[in-house]
């Protein structure tokens, strides 16, 4: 059998077109000054300490948070995973409530940090975009009704698919309505919003912390991130507790200094603006042709504004179904998107990419369009009877903490229907929970769960037996 090593060796020798994480794109200049393997050091003497940092690590997370807009910065050596996590314990330690209101285009690390942390979700549902049949949007106004009786609100914005809703008119509310009330942002995918050709940072407009998965559209090294903070309202010293617990003692060097890197890369905003160019060139060029998210999506099923560096694309114009559609952009152009389902293809870009790489992407998706689009097609999606869908989560009979906790055992799917779920699964990407442990398995979850041949699923011990857990009660 192939090592790890031949594979990634093969896999690199291919030189592909990359549309997914990291947002380096394997760009050298960016590591001109990172040495490998000789940074790969421990904490000695001169080199600071990551969960104490008195020197250059305290600096570096200083250059950030400035950098930023932030009163403080922390680094993350496992991601924005862990940065949703320690948020979470930290709010608990405050010991305000029990319950937190989690937006629920969630990343399975928000219910990850549910169980760690105990406390209660109270739901926010996103709203399926009828062209795309995604969770792209939002009602904001629910928020409101949640703020008075929840000790904090967790909001990923934008999700994975670049859609971003009005954080500003949000923390106006919570000023008003609830002035002590921190709000978390996991701004994972926004960790490049700077200058105007972006939606604003969640830190500049106010947000309590945000966490960045820097890898995923700056420079940094994968698993490298940040945790901004700009608020009276989190106890810090619970912050720094919290991430000490969860993070590893043995931080890796390469990783911070890449995350110092990836600051300065961030700050040179022009890196950004010949991408948008051609962005710009390919929502022309192929209108008509393939379903693009794009600005003018902004304001309708509650989605507030649109990132143009995630090319989510429909292609139930063609013959063909995006899986095969993507085979093709790999075999035949060497193109490699982030993710796709039965119908969406969703391509990122990050600081790393050249121009080049979106002219590319237009060529391909242009002759894909020539031979694929449907005899029919005229411009507006086909057959689509769904309207803006609002989600109806599954009910939440225990939570996910509680859940955790209680006996489990494995039973067939097919007999699932009305059971609790003993275990969070999601498609992953982007890595949204259908169904969290504790919450009911209801008809809507079991046709996504019977749907999964064609998926990747993180968290589902038993899909190749057919089998998931239940709780055991
Ligand atoms: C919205 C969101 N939050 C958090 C994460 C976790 O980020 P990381 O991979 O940096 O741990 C992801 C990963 O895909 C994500 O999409």
């Not at 097609?377 to 609002?390: F, L, V």
Request: hydrophobic share 40%; with cysteine; glycine share 8%.
């Amino acid at each position: 059998m192939d090592s790890l090593g031949q594979i990634l060796l093969e896999y690199c020798s291919k030189n592909r077109y990359s549309f997914h994480t990291p947002g380096h794109k394997g760009r050298r200049d960016f590591f001109a000054s990172l040495f490998f393997p000789d940074f790969d050091v421990t904490e000695l003497p001169g080199l600071d300490m990551l969960h104490n940092p008195q020197g250059v690590i305290a600096d570096a997370q200083r250059r950030a948070a400035e950098a930023y807009g932030a009163e403080e910065t922390y680094f993350l050596v496992n991601g924005a995973t862990v940065g949703n996590q320690a948020m979470l314990m930290t709010i608990m330690s405050q010991q305000k409530g029990k319950k937190v209101c989690v937006e629920r285009r969630a990343h399975q690390s928000v219910i990850n940090g549910l169980v760690i942390s105990g406390l209660t979700p109270e739901y926010i549902p996103p709203i399926i975009h009828p062209d795309f049949n995604l969770p792209l949007g939002l009602d904001q106004t629910q928020f409101a009704a949640k703020m008075v009786n929840t000790c904090a609100l967790h909001i990923t914005s934008p999700s994975y698919y670049g859609t971003v809703i009005d954080l500003e008119s949000i923390i106006k509310g919570r000023d008003l309505e609830a002035p002590a009330l921190p709000i978390l942002v996991d701004q994972a995918h926004g960790s490049h919003y700077i200058g105007n050709l972006f939606p604003p940072s969640a830190v500049t407009q106010g947000a309590d912390l945000v966490v960045h998965s820097t890898h995923k559209t700056l420079s940094a090294l994968t698993q490298a991130g940040m945790l901004h903070v700009k608020s009276e309202r989190v106890d810090r010293q619970f912050l720094k507790k919290s991430l000490e617990i969860l993070q590893t003692s043995s931080p890796s060097y390469l990783l911070m200094a890449s995350l110092e890197n990836a600051v300065n890369a961030y700050q040179k905003k022009h890196l950004w603006d010949d991408l948008y160019e051609e962005v710009a060139q390919l929502q022309e060029r192929l209108n008509g042709i393939l379903r693009i998210l794009t600005v003018k999506d902004a304001g309708k099923y509650g989605i507030f504004q649109v990132d143009w560096s995630k090319i989510l694309i429909n292609v139930s114009s063609l013959e063909i179904d995006a899986g095969q559609a993507v085979h093709i952009l790999r075999t035949s152009y060497g193109i490699e998107p982030e993710l796709w389902d039965k119908e969406n293809i969703l391509f990122l870009l990050g600081i790393g990419n050249q121009p080049e790489d979106i002219r590319i992407l237009r060529k391909a998706l242009g002759e894909l369009g020539k031979r694929y689009i449907r005899k029919n097609y005229s411009g507006k999606k086909i057959n689509n009877p769904r309207n803006g869908i609002r989600v109806s989560l599954p009910p939440m009979h225990l939570t996910p903490r509680e859940a955790w906790i209680t006996p489990k055992r494995n039973i067939k799917v097919k007999d699932a229907l009305g059971k609790i779920s003993g275990e969070t699964i999601s498609v992953y990407p982007p890595g949204i929970p259908v169904v969290a442990s504790g919450e009911e398995i209801t008809p809507c979850v079991l046709n996504l769960l019977n749907d999964a041949e064609a998926y990747n699923w993180q968290g589902w011990q038993g899909f190749e037996r057919g089998e998931i857990l239940v709780l055991d009660i």
